[in-house]
């Protein structure tokens, strides 16, 4: 199972995010959950992701604003789950712990931690970062196009909208690595979901 666990960077300096998040990643058009998102202390959130690709999706969120630590954590929980975050338990909640902690001191503000040990869980996070870190050098127009694609327009429309040319774009296209990134993004899911069968076949061996 994977689950995030998120903190407000700051957060007595600047004001609650929480509300807004947790309305943004619960409505039916985010991220699939298995369990809502929901505030578990002051200014923490957490949430368990459905798969790989869903839990890369919030991690890419949340990284973006620059206003969270977020950390990953791979491993069983108990089941069935509960009806809610705060009810639930089990080694992934306690590695997604020890992941946030972990990315407080960490220049992408993220961690992955699996609940066995082993590479799994470095590998992804070691590749996940190195996106971070292009995603965070990534200027303002560079996301503008990022944001039209995502909404399903072509390059071409996209540079309508921004009233730019088409060579235009592609060549902030080719700036902001936006082709590097989408290409990235399904076997970095499957890097996630890795982590846990890794984990799940240690479970069963020393179970």
């Known amino acids: 199972m994977i689950i995030i666990t998120a903190d407000q960077i700051d957060s007595r300096s600047t004001p609650d995010a929480v509300g807004a998040v947790l309305a943004e990643l619960n409505d039916r ?5 298995l369990l ?9 959130i957490q949430m368990v992701a459905a798969s790989g690709a869903d839990a890369l999706a919030i991690i ?24 809610s975050v705060r009810e639930s338990s089990g080694d992934a909640f306690i590695a997604a712990r020890a992941a ?5 001191k960490r220049p992408t503000r993220f ?5 066995s040990p082993g590479p799994a869980g470095g590998d992804a996070e070691a590749v996940i970062d190195l996106l971070l870190a292009i995603r965070d050098r990534r200027s303002a127009e560079g996301w503008e196009l990022h944001d039209l694609l995502e909404a399903g327009l072509t390059q071409a429309e ?16 080719k700036a902001a690595e936006l082709r590097g990134e989408q290409a990235a993004l ?22």
């Open 111 to 115: 961690s992955l931690q699996a609940a």
């Open 29 to 33: 058009d985010s991220p699939g959950l």
């Open 36 to 44: 809502p998102a929901d505030r578990t202390a002051g200014d923490e």
């Open 100 to 104: 946030v902690d972990l990315a407080k």
């Open 186 to 207: 399904a076997p970095l899911a499957r890097l996630i979901d890795g982590v846990g069968r890794v984990d799940n076949r240690r479970g069963q061996v020393g179970s």
């Open 60 to 83: 890419l969120r949340l990284t973006r604003s620059r206003q969270w630590s977020v950390g990953c954590g791979v491993g069983a929980v108990r089941e069935p789950l509960a009806a």
């Open 158 to 173: 996209a540079a309508a909208q921004l009233g730019i040319t088409p060579q235009a774009a592609s060549k902030r296209k």
